[in-house]
Nanobody
Framework: QVQLVESGGGSVQAGGSLRLSCAAS????????MGWFRQAPGKEREGVAVIATAGGRTYYADSVKGRATISQDNGKNTLYLQMNTLKPDDTAMYYC???????????????????WGQGTQVTVSS
């Protein structure tokens, strides 16, 4: 199993930026993908950005393309999500997740991820 702890959320005005961090511990070497997901009240959890732990290929939701950058620091076992030009629609609880198995289908599908953090709240005001 992998343990994940998110940080970096907060309240920001529209147009602002935030960098989320996710500290990972445990069986990190067994992960195939790491990702960021979000869930707004009354909505389903959705994928924001995913990175392949080997090779670093990235995948982004259309809603954040050009505004978000996912990255990993393997030396620090930390995953990051840089979000720029934030919009009120970005308001949600943001979760870090790890995929411990290789699955077919969309890389942004939450069902392909096995370990989850507790989340960090991002609130964007207009």
């Amino acid at each position: 199993q992998v343990q994940l702890v998110e940080s970096g959320g907060g309240s920001v005005q529209a147009g602002g930026s935030l960098r989320l961090s996710c500290a990972a511990s445990g069986s990190i070497g067994g992960t195939y993908f790491m990702g960021w997901f979000r869930q707004a009240p009354g909505k389903e959890r959705e994928g924001v950005a995913v990175i392949a732990t080997a090779g670093g290929r990235t995948y982004y939701a259309d809603s954040v393309k050009g505004r978000a950058t996912i990255s990993q620091d393997n030396g620090k076992n930390t995953l990051y999500l840089q979000m720029n030009t934030l919009k009120p629609d970005d308001t949600a609880m943001y979760y870090c997740a790890a995929a411990l198995r290789y699955s077919i289908g969309s890389r942004l599908d939450p069902s392909n991820f096995d370990s989850w953090g507790q989340g960090t709240q991002v609130t964007v005001s207009s």
